[in-house]
């Protein structure tokens, strides 16, 4: 790959080396790392509570718009990432308490409907509210401008820090999971339901709990994402279907699952979105080589989500 | 007569009555919502088939819906610019010719469904939901990122095509054809809910096990059931390209999947005729609330979330009980 000729927007052609190949392996985890967020709530909702929720994305949304109003108010990143965490777990929880307690013992149609409605009220609530205009979250001050790693790749700081504070998200809720109680009684949830409510856990304030935290990681994943791209409606939803596709591969209601598809969604898109208009162009003439590739790259995870579903329809940790 | 029935009757009346008044009123405009309403419909019986008779809940039929479109776009705009499709290793032109872009569009939907079916059916339950919307997500972005067909801007076709015999410009011919294909669509569908295969259907849906016990494999019969479904809603979207006289990637976008749904859910599930009244109450509210807020899907929203928790059955399950088995 070392050496294959890229051709930029600009038309110049250059060598791809080896910083570009190790930038874009650190953007694919970067990815991987914000989608693990995401289909972590969902993968815990299902497992705990057997719901599909499409309003996921709602939830990243709104912590992704409350971050931008707190940040444009007090300027300060900080208080904007709380607040991305406090207004997503607290819609989290009211809609949970509300809405969503009344799907656990539906089908699944009624849960897709019921949360899709939930979308419709969501998007069109936060445009009466914010208006039809991206919002923008700026990159605090500490973290702006590139940082040279070894090996002499220049990198964001900020983005760097976005993988440094998912991965201490993702350990931080492995050993939640693993070690706390409210872990035991979240993967005793999962294994027998009437169990431990028979045991006398309160099994209805456990799913707000679980619920309310899943949002919060979803919020707390569309502040961050913020700062990179706009804030704005309907930004939910494209990752929310990403998240999905993570949750398919890595095996529905596991936590391991969610972070091995998320790390190999992030990796495949990005990856694939930089490789295959090159590789292509070994082949076609630069025009049609960037415009298939362009085209057969946005469908790259999806094959990969194909192949594993044919290769283990039960996703690659999952029991069912 | 069973209630169910002549709510179906009267469904179609109004069907009627409306855009021909409209036509006496001249009073394109509801004409044109009219057809709307009826293509939204015909969309809607072929999802029921898969989602009310097969229990196979796809969020992703905006994909076949799009691509019924893709195939009218693609067909007319090389006919309006007198450029074949290709010449090589055979001559194949783009059409204006309403029955040909329709059989192209029904058999590239099929294609498209059994693929996309034969994929999605090895799984059940959540990960089909997941799966369909992430197939339909795939080809939406990949028409965004495909620049041949206008990419994120979609395709415009300046006339509207021709059907032998009519003349399809006029609202209310156009309208007729519409309503013509939907007749046709309803009556094969009370045929197929009613065959043999329907029954197998519907059975595999309440028990796979015993349907297997007596050698009928459900997975062929979801598979078949999912590809017919994908070729009706495919019908409705050249159709519906046709009424608007353009295509974009909006028809395949997962809203537009989860309209369709929405169609359904209001109507009633496994109703022959629920689409059909979903998608003009759909229509209705769509212009009226549109009209009273620009933010109208907020009250679409809460009234879907009624529906779901405290009217299961849709209209036609509220005004008729449950006199068909949907469990």
């Known amino acids: ?320 | 007569m069973r209630r169910e029935h002549i709510i179906n009757l009267v469904t179609l009346a109004v069907l009627v009555v409306v855009p021909l008044g409209a036509w006496v009123l001249d009073e394109p405009f509801i004409i044109t919502l009219a057809t709307r309403a009826v293509i939204f419909a015909i969309a809607g019986v072929g999802l029921n088939l898969a989602l009310g008779q097969g229990g196979l809940v796809s969020l992703g039929h905006a994909a076949f819906f799009g691509i019924g479109g893709y195939a009218m776009g693609i067909l007319a705009s090389h006919a309006q610019a007198y450029a074949p499709l290709m010449e090589w290793p055979f001559l194949i032109e783009g059409t204006k010719s309403m029955p040909i872009i329709w059989l192209v569009a029904v058999v590239s939907s099929a294609l498209a469904a059994l693929a996309i079916g034969a994929l999605s059916l090895r799984t059940s339950g959540v990960y089909f939901i997941m799966i369909t919307l992430a197939f339909g997500q795939m080809i939406y972005y990949f028409a965004i990122s495909w620049p041949a067909y206008g990419g994120e801007d979609g395709l415009v076709v300046y006339v509207r095509n021709g059907f032998p015999g009519l003349n399809t410009l006029d609202p209310i011919q156009f309208f007729g054809l519409c309503f013509c294909v939907l007749c046709i669509v309803l009556w094969a569908m009370s045929r197929v809910q009613n065959s043999a295969f329907g029954l197998a259907l519907a059975s595999a849906r309440q028990n796979p096990v015993r349907v297997q016990s007596v050698g009928i494999d459900p997975y062929r019969l979801r598979l078949v059931a999912f590809t017919l479904s994908g070729a009706i809603t495919g019908l409705s979207g050249a159709l519906f390209a046709d009424l608007n006289r353009f295509v974009s990637p909006t028809m395949l976008s997962w809203q537009m999947s989860g309209e369709i749904m929405v169609f359904i859910i209001i109507g009633g599930v496994a109703r022959l005729f629920g689409p059909v009244i979903g998608a003009m109450i759909f229509i209705l509210l769509e212009h009226v609330l549109g009209g009273v807020s620009e933010f109208w899907h907020i009250y679409l929203g809460a009234l879907l979330l009624m529906i779901v928790l405290f009217a299961k059955g849709g209209v036609i399950g509220a005004l008729a009980g449950r006199e068909v088995a949907h469990d």
């Open chain 1, 1 to 320: 790959m070392v050496g294959g000729s890229y051709l930029p927007p600009t038309g110049t052609v250059f060598h791809m080396t080896f910083t570009l190949f190790a930038e874009q392996l650190l953007n694919g985890l970067q990815f991987g790392v914000m989608l693990f967020l995401m289909s972590a709530g969902l993968t815990l909702v299902f497992g705990v509570m057997g719901l599909i929720n499409l309003a996921h994305g709602s939830l990243y949304m709104v912590g992704a718009f409350a971050a931008a109003a707190v940040a444009a108010a007090t300027g300060s990143f900080v208080l904007a990432l709380m607040a991305s965490l406090a207004a997503a777990a607290a819609a989290g929880a009211i809609i949970e308490l509300t809405i969503i307690r009344r799907l656990y013992n539906r089908d699944h149609l009624d849960q897709v409907l019921a949360t899709f409605a939930l979308i419709l009220i969501f998007s069109e609530g936060t445009r009466w509210i914010f208006g039809s205009f991206p919002l923008f979250l700026d990159v605090p001050q500490a973290l702006s401008g590139p940082i040279t790693l070894p090996g002499g790749i220049e990198y964001p700081l900020y983005r760097l820090a976005i993988i440094g504070i998912g991965l201490g998200v993702a350990t931080g809720l492995f050993a939640m999971i693993n070690r706390t109680s409210v872990g035991i009684r979240i993967r005793a949830g999962e294994a027998d339901r009437e169990m431990i409510a028979a045991l006398g856990v309160d099994i209805a304030k456990l799913y707000t709990f679980v619920f309310a935290l899943g949002a919060a990681l979803a919020g707390f994943a569309g502040a961050l994402v913020g700062a990179i791209q706009s804030v704005q409606v309907g930004m939910g939803e494209p990752v929310l279907i990403l998240a999905f596709v993570v949750i398919v591969i890595g095996g529905i209601g596991s936590i391991k699952g969610a972070l091995v598809g998320a790390l190999l969604v992030g990796m495949t898109d990005t990856l694939g979105r930089f490789l295959l208009p090159q590789m292509l162009g070994w082949i076609l003439e630069p025009s049609s080589a960037i415009s298939i590739g362009s085209a057969v790259s946005s469908m790259s995870i999806y094959i990969l989500m194909a192949g594993v579903l044919i290769y283990r329809p039960q996703g690659l940790y999952g029991s069912g």
